[in-house]
């Protein structure tokens, strides 16, 4: 199992450009997350979804979309990137999206390194 | 919504000594407190986590303890070693939510020989 995939690696962006991060989990898991993460402040939220066909907003949304393909992939979408947007973006993903009983782990991707000029 | 504390941000202990690291939460109603470790380049990965319904896990030389009424957690790392060196996480999981983690800002461990 590769577990959690995400492309590109790296990517350097000029303000205004646009550009979708990719995502793919291959351990069937129901819920999807898009972080990023920019020193000292830790790992935010920006989208994640419950399960196939459902994607909400997380602590820091704002220029950002996602679209949750099936329940393999999850994307993340810039749409006129601006340099506040340089941070390294994280995908992950668990087991189970509601109720309990199961484990909340989440697995984390390697990271895609975002600069925006 | 959950906020989650973490301190300090970075702690640098000799080979062998014990490291701690502290988080404490807002929202008393969250039940589920993972610590991640990330090395340099890599995505984080879970090392230990805790629910509300224990107070103490171990896991070799790493544990976590939790105390619910001053909502804090710890975790504790004995005997540390050079591959110990990394950043560390806290989060804090919401209830009533798709497993959304609220995560701290991070601690940067370094041991040294």
């Known amino acids: 199992n590769a577990g959690v995939t995400q492309t590109p690696k790296f990517q350097v962006l000029k303000t205004g450009q646009s550009m979708t991060l990719q995502c793919a989990q291959d351990m069937n898991h129901n819920s999807m997350y898009w972080y990023r993460q920019d020193p000292g402040m830790g790992l935010r939220l920006i989208y994640y979804s419950a399960s196939e066909g459902t994607t909400d907003k997380g602590e820091v949304p704002n220029g950002y979309n996602v679209s949750r393909l099936n329940k393999r992939e999850f994307s993340l979408r810039l749409e006129s990137a601006a340099p506040s947007q340089t941070s390294v973006y994280f995908c992950?993903?668990?087991?189970?999206?509601?109720?309990?009983?199961?484990?909340?782990?989440?697995?984390f991707g390697p990271g895609t390194r975002l600069t925006v000029t | 919504g959950e906020n989650v504390e973490q301190h300090p941000s970075t702690l640098s202990v000799q080979e062998g000594d014990s490291a701690v690291i502290k988080c404490t939460y807002s929202?008393?109603?969250?039940?589920?407190f993972p610590w991640y470790k990330q090395e340099l380049g890599k995505g984080p990965q879970l090392i230990i986590d805790?629910?509300?319904?224990?107070g103490e896990k171990k896991d070799q030389r790493i544990a976590v303890t939790l105390n619910k009424t001053a909502k804090h957690f710890s975790l504790h790392i004995t005997e540390t070693q050079p591959e110990d060196s990394a950043v560390y996480f806290c989060a804090a999981r919401e209830t009533g939510t798709a497993s959304k983690l609220t995560f701290g800002t991070g601690t940067r461990l370094q041991v040294t020989l």
């Open positions: 992950a993903s668990s087991a189970r999206g509601t109720s309990g009983g199961a484990t909340y782990e989440q697995y």
């Open positions: 929202d008393s109603a969250s039940n589920y």
């Open positions: 805790i629910r509300s319904n224990v």
